[in-house]
């Protein structure tokens, strides 16, 4: 009888390989370290202090991963818990981050990798982001919620509608009615999804710009003025460049791009508008 013979690990060998990597980098941050029997987080001992990392929403994330990629997920999540360690938020427990909770719409172009942060787009320019205070939400923290991601930002637009209500103001654009909405946190086009709240929008929708997080400029598609809207709005988008320099069309709880060019030939300016199909239906109804 062999007397020293191990008993063969019952752990996925994914996690082995990922429990190895979390211990190289801990000690390269200069702690000592101890998991937990089941995984689920990891115990950092040094400078004067034993902090304890949660590390279920880091496997999720890593099972999603190329492993090439599980380095760099180990350290920023490690170097994360270290930074954030005398804060009270636990962001990886939903109790205590849900009142928190809210949105942040940006440009798909500013994000440095959607990999990294959480959220849904709004259409393939715009992207809502998860945040909780003024920060966007890791992957890895929200794989240690009892929830699906969806259901997080459901969480999150709800607090939006709760916490924020827009300010309404008519302006004029080059003689163009405007209607201004503001809004006090950068997640102004969350707001769209309640948008008759603060205004009557007509069943084809509304035209919609975005100078900015904090604000949306809307004009709605309720007559063949619209065409002149577009030309005024896209103008007016391409001056302030905010989020995006296009116009949008707001319809049936759906953000849709309508591609409009600014071209200059022969010393003359022009708008060239490529509609999305339905829209230019819309815009063939109006014409007549």
Known sequence: MNLFRREPSRRPVEDVDLDSLLALVAESLGY????ARDGSAVTLTGRGAALVVKLTGLRREAGRRAREDWPMLVSEHLAHAVTTAGER???CDLEQARPLLGTRVESVDEVPDLTRVVGRHLNADLVELLTAGSR???PEESGCWPVPTGHALDLAVANVRGQDRLRVEHIE??????TRLTASAPS???HLRWLDDYLSVPAD???VVLPDPYTLLV???DGIGVVRAIER??????????????VHWWHAERLTLIRADIVNRAGQTRLVVAPPPDFARVLARLAV
């Open 205 to 207: 929708g509304v035209l």
């Open 219 to 221: 004009h709605p598609v």
């Open 136 to 138: 966007p939400v890791r």
């Open 188 to 190: 102004a086009a969350t």
């Open 173 to 178: 654009l080059s003689g163009t009615p405007v």
């Open 89 to 91: 938020l636990d962001v």
């Open 32 to 35: 000592s370290f101890a998991f």
């Open 233 to 246: 709005l896209r103008v007016h988008a391409a001056r302030t460049d905010g989020l995006s320099s296009q």
